[in-house]
């Protein structure tokens, strides 16, 4: 079965450092997300990206993030300059439509740790 | 805007019993999407099951099934014959129009 796939499982940076997490989404799939997992609190919608632009983004997304669909296959997060606070487990997703029925397919998720 | 709310941060159950995990939301919009996501300790967020708004019909997935409110706005969950790779979290979403919002999660834990 197709999965999405993120590298790398864990990163670790200092404060103040650029931070790129990679997705590969499902090869057949045009939708493409972002979320954060705070250690232990909710999931947390972060941006969502559709024909090489965002489609919708939260109040979370802000000029520190940024998306990129650089080739055909990869979809990065850049945050810009990291904060203690931006530690969290990020997941990607990718969907072939827009919304259900077609399902939202998760990634296992790249933990960022901020130092 | 549209919120979720799961007020049941940890539950346990014994193998082979039944738990129900409760959701609620708050929404004006009456068409929309319901979802339940387990997590297990690998943190793969892995689709359970999903409900549409528009059906009256509760979602059924072989031990899965939902407890679906409209009015109530409530979304529960039942697990029956509960089994040790059923220990997880379990985040409940809601969907409307590129949305995606999710509780804060249930943990469940399934003990032999």
């Known amino acids: 079965e197709p999965e999405v796939t993120q590298t790398p499982s864990h990163q670790v940076t200092q404060m103040g450092q650029e931070v790129i997490l990679r997705c590969v989404p499902i090869s057949n799939h045009l939708y493409f997300y972002w979320y954060r997992q705070i250690l232990g609190q909710k999931v947390e919608f972060l941006v969502s990206?559709?024909?090489?632009?965002?489609?919708?983004k939260s109040e979370i997304f802000d000029d520190q993030f940024s998306v990129e669909r650089p080739d055909g296959s990869n979809f990065t997060l850049k945050i810009r300059s990291t904060k203690l606070e931006d530690s969290a487990m990020y997941f990607c997703a990718s969907s072939a439509e827009r919304g259900p029925p077609y399902e939202q397919y998760f990634g296992p998720g790249t933990r960022l740790t901020v130092t | 805007a549209q919120t979720v709310t799961q007020s049941q941060p940890e539950m346990s159950v014994q193998e082979a019993e039944t738990v129900t995990l409760s959701c609620t939301y708050d929404t004006s919009e009456n068409n929309y999407y319901l979802f339940w996501y387990k997590q297990p300790p690998s943190r793969q967020m892995i689709l359970v099951i999903r409900q549409e708004a528009y059906k009256q019909q509760n979602a059924t997935e072989n031990r899965f099934s939902v407890n679906f409110q409209k009015a109530a706005k409530s979304f529960s969950l039942k697990i029956s014959d509960s089994q040790l790779g059923d220990t997880a979290m379990y985040f409940c979403?809601?969907?409307?129009?590129?949305?995606?919002?999710f509780g804060a999660g249930t943990r469940l834990t399934v003990k032999p």
């Open positions: 990206f559709y024909n090489n632009e965002i489609s919708e």
């Open positions: 979403a809601f969907y409307n129009n590129n949305d995606m919002r």
